[in-house]
């Protein structure tokens, strides 16, 4: 791994944490203690907390040892072909309440294990060793072993804990080479680089944005004013930007990366591709059910549309929430009527009486990482009651279940708030697959008082089962102001017929956000377009194919992987990303590159083909790999099936 400066940024640059300290020395002393800055560093006697001192750890029949070596720490362990053997810890990966170790190879590869360091103190059950999967028996073959592609560094989790990374893989040396300007998450991760900042500080230059990439200043003059007969304080200003959120999100949520290079202040959806309220991450309510790290869930929240940024109740730099208990939510919602019994009806001061045990309940992840559901919502036992969702009051009462709890609420609320998020019943319905179902997702769609990743989750919805007549249905999704929403929209409508696909999608080719552009290109990849879309076509194009070879490059492994570890494992991979790996490699192989017009139009015939069978989940693997390569050319002289076979297995 290796510092990097950027050669195409000469107007800005990155310039590190350290520059920012003189002129903004609490901040920088804030951010020093904070997880940010322990995000990742070079394994020392400083960063380190596990237990190296020849400690011992069993799991699955292999006992593990770490111990100290010349002031250096390592591993013994089971690797890639299950025999154990010894491997030197690199880098530190986060700090509480867990630490991960990270072990480089000689392609560049940094691979995470498996086996953490629970770093919470000893009478809470930390500090000891413990295995992230630990109930399952996860073996050297396995996809989820530690030095297997889910738990690759470079390409899973690098973009997240350093500072303007790029990953940089070589698929001719079969390489990493992955660069950052700082290990961890520092100031410019957030700021935007700092250079023309550090110019503009030194000189008598004026400049409303200070040099600055952009200006996080959505919560300056823009307070809550609380009057006599509001319960809830209102923010002064209105119409934010959304800056912070965005700023935040690159990260706190789930996405694809389809484009490298974003720093704070560009285009967010010019260089991620979010993921929506999708079945298999968040609950029909928009409860979370995965890990999805926030974004989404607070997008969906009543607290997000009244104006409500993330620093109004974390301090950005030490990462700590501005206070503690239920004086933090009391900053606008008024104690006396709702940090009280007759609001709450638990005793004062009780697990119960506590906002976010109500309001944003909480669900554990990697073992020992407990973590609240940003979509900060009124209880519904009765949703959970009917649609099986969770429910908040049945994590402390245990042995009651929902029915009871919404007797309760309506015992002391006699006509209880329904709440802001009010389309479970709808998403429930759609997922089943019940035609009612059908109508309300289309209404949502066009709702734009309704949040934009609920309007875009409903387009998603109604695509997974809308009939062609459905099609017009998403018709407003395509001019919704929102990105997310008009991609979204044009997902949706991937099985419409051609006809309709040119029409509806084509005007989206210049659409202004990236994301948009290259799923318009994708699903239009195996149409003739009109003379009058062949410029905007062309470079949307050149823009997804980027994005194929950005994934591409980095799911390179994943996708052998994937060929040698059956169905389950393949469709973790994404499927244009095979795609575009078989119909290169396929040419390259078979050497039909000089029998075919280009590389672009076979990857283009793979792509439209891949989107002809990615729907046949009963297929298998292999028929589903022979049948993409048979295609990637429609030459007769490389359409043998015996090539095509001979290369897929």
């Not at 285009?267 to 079945?279: G, S, T």
């Not at 009806?345 to 559901?373: I, K, L």
Request: with cysteine; proline share 5%; hydrophobic share 35%.
């Amino acid at each position: 791994m290796a510092l990097w400066q950027p050669e195409a940024l000469a107007e800005t640059q990155f310039v590190g944490s350290q520059a920012c300290a003189g002129c903004h020395p609490g901040e920088y002393a804030r951010w020093q203690d904070s997880q940010h800055a322990h995000a990742m560093r070079h394994a020392s006697e400083e960063s380190v907390l596990g237990d190296f001192a020849d400690a011992s750890f069993e799991y699955n029949g292999i006992r593990s040892r770490f111990y100290r070596r010349d002031g250096r720490f390592f591993v013994l362990t089971d690797g890639a072909d299950g025999e154990l053997a010894e491997f030197r810890i690199g880098y530190t990966f986060g700090i509480e309440p867990l630490q991960q170790y990270l072990v480089e190879f000689a392609d560049g590869r940094l691979q995470a294990l498996s086996i953490a360091w629970d770093s919470r103190p000893a009478d809470q059950g930390g500090q000891r060793w413990f295995h992230l999967y630990p109930e399952q028996q996860v073996r050297h073959a396995d996809p989820l072993h530690w030095t297997r592609p889910a738990q690759n560094w470079n390409f899973m989790c690098a973009d997240c804990h350093s500072t303007n990374l790029r990953k940089d893989y070589d698929t001719a040396r079969e390489r990493f080479t992955t660069r950052w300007s700082e290990i961890s998450v520092g100031c410019e991760a957030c700021h935007g680089p700092g250079s023309d900042h550090l110019r503009w500080a030194a000189s008598d230059r004026q400049d409303a944005r200070k040099g600055l990439t952009i200006l996080l200043d959505e919560r300056r003059g823009s307070g809550w004013r609380t009057r006599l007969e509001d319960i809830a304080a209102r923010r002064k200003a209105s119409g934010l930007a959304r800056k912070e959120h965005d700023v935040c999100a690159q990260c706190h949520s789930r996405r694809q990366q389809i484009a490298e290079g974003y720093y704070a202040g560009k285009p967010l959806l010019d260089h991620y591709r979010p993921a929506l309220l999708e079945p298999d991450l968040y609950h029909p309510d928009g409860q979370q059910r995965e890990e999805v790290f926030v974004s989404a869930s607070f997008a969906q929240s009543r607290m997000y549309h009244a104006g409500v940024t993330c620093s109004d109740c974390h301090e950005p730099h030490g990462q700590r929430l501005r206070l503690e208990g239920n004086a933090l939510c009391g900053q606008c919602h008024l104690p006396a009527r709702f940090d009280s019994p007759a609001h709450h009806f638990h005793a004062e001061h009780s697990t119960g009486a506590r906002c976010v045990n109500c309001h944003m309940p909480e669900a554990t992840y990697m073992v020992v990482d407990p973590r609240r559901d940003h979509s900060l919502r009124i209880p519904r036992p009765d949703l959970s009651a009917a649609l099986g969702t969770p429910d908040a009051c049945s994590q402390c009462h245990t042995a009651q279940g929902p029915e009871w709890a919404a007797a309760q609420i309506r015992r002391h609320h006699p006509n209880p708030r329904p709440g802001f998020q009010d389309f479970a019943t709808t998403f429930a319905t759609a997922e089943l697959g019940l035609p009612s179902a059908l109508e309300d997702l289309a209404r949502r769609i066009g709702d734009l008082n309704q949040p934009s990743v609920v309007r875009a989750s409903a387009a998603a919805r109604l695509g997974l089962r809308a009939e062609n007549r459905h099609g017009s249905d998403l018709a407003p999704g395509l001019r919704d102001p929102d990105p997310v929403v008009r991609l979204a929209s044009a997902t949706a409508l991937a099985g419409a017929p051609p006809e309709k696909r040119s029409e509806w999608l084509t005007p989206l080719l210049g659409d202004a956000s990236r994301v948009v552009r290259i799923e318009a290109a994708r699903l239009l990849a195996d149409l003739q377009l009109s003379a009058e879309y062949t410029q905007s076509h062309a470079y949307a194009l050149a823009e997804y194919e980027a994005s194929l070879r950005l994934v591409g490059k980095n799911f390179r492994a994943a996708a052998r992987h994937a060929m040698e570890n059956g169905p389950t494992f393949v469709w973790q991979v994404a499927p244009h990303v095979i795609a575009d790996l078989l119909s290169r490699d396929f040419i390259s192989h078979t050497n039909t590159a000089r029998r075919c017009s280009s590389r672009s139009s076979q990857r283009i015939r793979v792509i439209s083909s891949w989107r002809r069978v990615e729907n046949r989940a009963k297929a298998s693997t292999l028929g589903m790999l022979i049948e993409l390569s048979r295609r990637c050319c429609t030459s007769k002289k490389c359409s043998s099936r015996r090539s095509s076979s001979a290369f897929v297995g």
